[in-house]
Structures are given as structure tokens and as C-alpha cells.
């Protein structure tokens, strides 16, 4: 199952639930990431994706607690490039409350990737999440202005360069950056 989406430059492209045949082509796609987009999806210095990272990053998705979504955008000839994964993951012991990251490959930032991700992400998040609550680099102006798009937002700082955030979600039937 998938979802068509068109970026902001009107290039079209495929938003589909990560699967474990996609193990090797996010840890092939994160080799190519550079070393300021890797620390801000880590918050840390990560040089490579380790078996065990891919382990929780691709199978312990779930499509119920820890939902996963790639992107990838069609070129004139249908032919795809994978650009951009989102993922929410429910905290076991906060069940309205999810961790959120969202990763674009360096060449396709600023461009709707992430919006596109967010939006189908947000429709298709765990049941009953109302609120994120995430760490993000405090240099990091593109995630904080993300997620302040997607509800009431509140920052606090959290050490070094990071900063805790807390977004109050819109219900799952209103858009992103909309309130009802």
C-alpha cells in the first residue's frame, strides 16, 4: 500500500510503510547523508548504521506502536530515489505520547520532503498519540520549525545544543500547521 504525494517543486513521489526488505537501502542511504544530518537525526556522532540499530530502525516496526514511512520521488520515467523516512514511536509507558524523527537526504532538504512524510505520518500514526515529545538540536532550524507546523509547541532547553519539545497534536483529521 502506498501514497502519492507531490513536493513542493511539483515532482511526484510514492510514500509507503518501511518494510524489512528496506534494511539494506536505509543503511545504504545513510552512508551518503552528511555528517551535520546524521548528528541531528542522533544527536550524536553515528559514522554508520550498526546491525543493531537496523535491528530497532526497520524491524521493530510495527505499523501499530512504531509506524515507519519512506519516501521516494519518481523521476519522468517512473523511476524512484528514495529520499526521506519518518517514523512515530509510541513510549511504552506514556501511550498517548510518541518519539519523532524525520530523515531527508541532504540534497532534497527544503524541499517538501518531510512535509509530505509528516502529513501521511500524522494520518496514519499510532492510535490514541495525541502528543510528541522529542529532543532535537538546538541549531537544528528546519526539525524545530517541522514540528512547530504541527501543533501547540513548547521548547525546553536540555543540555548542550539540544532542546526537549512537546507538541500538542491536531486531531488525526486536520492537517498539518491547521487547528480546529
Given at each position: 500500500?502506498f ?5 513542493a517543486?511539483?515532482r ?6 518501511l518494510?524489512a ?6 543503511r ?25 540499530m537496523l535491528?530497532?530502525?526497520v524491524?521493530?516496526?510495527d505499523?501499530?506502536d512504531?509506524?515507519a514511512?519512506?519516501?521516494v520521488?519518481?523521476?519522468d520515467?517512473?523511476v ?11 513510549y ?5 505520547e ?5 530523515t531527508?537526504v541532504d540534497d532534497?532538504q527544503?524541499r517538501?520532503?518531510?512535509t509530505a ?6 494520518r ?15 541549531d537544528n532550524a528546519?526539525?524545530l ?10 521548547t ?13 497534536l ?7 500547521g491547521?487547528?480546529t
Amino acid at each position: 500500500m502506498f501514497t502519492e504525494a507531490v513536493l513542493a517543486d511539483g515532482r511526484r513521489a510514492l510514500i509507503w510503510p518501511l518494510r524489512a526488505d528496506d534494511r539494506e537501502a536505509l543503511r545504504e542511504g545513510y552512508e551518503h547523508l552528511s555528517a551535520r544530518t546524521r548528528n541531528h537525526r542522533f544527536l550524536t556522532g553515528v559514522p554508520h548504521l550498526t546491525d543493531f540499530m537496523l535491528d530497532h530502525l526497520v524491524d521493530d516496526v510495527d505499523g501499530v506502536d512504531h509506524v515507519a514511512l519512506a519516501l521516494v520521488v519518481l523521476d519522468d520515467d517512473n523511476v524512484g530515489t528514495p529520499v526521506g523516512v519518518a517514523r512515530m514511536i509510541r513510549y511504552e509507558d506514556r501511550r498517548t505520547e510518541a518519539d519523532l524523527a524525520v530523515t531527508v537526504v541532504d540534497d532534497w532538504q527544503g524541499r517538501g520532503v518531510a512535509t509530505a512524510l509528516l502529513a501521511e505520518l500524522l494520518r496514519v500514526r499510532p492510535v490514541g498519540v495525541t502528543r510528541i515529545v522529542t529532543t532535537v538540536a538546538a541549531d537544528n532550524a528546519a526539525s524545530l520549525a517541522m514540528v512547530r507546523r504541527l501543533g501547540e509547541t513548547t521548547t525546553t532547553p536540555a543540555g548542550p545544543n539540544r532542546l526537549d519539545v512537546v507538541v500538542d497534536l491536531a486531531p488525526p483529521d486536520a492537517g498539518i500547521g491547521e487547528t480546529t
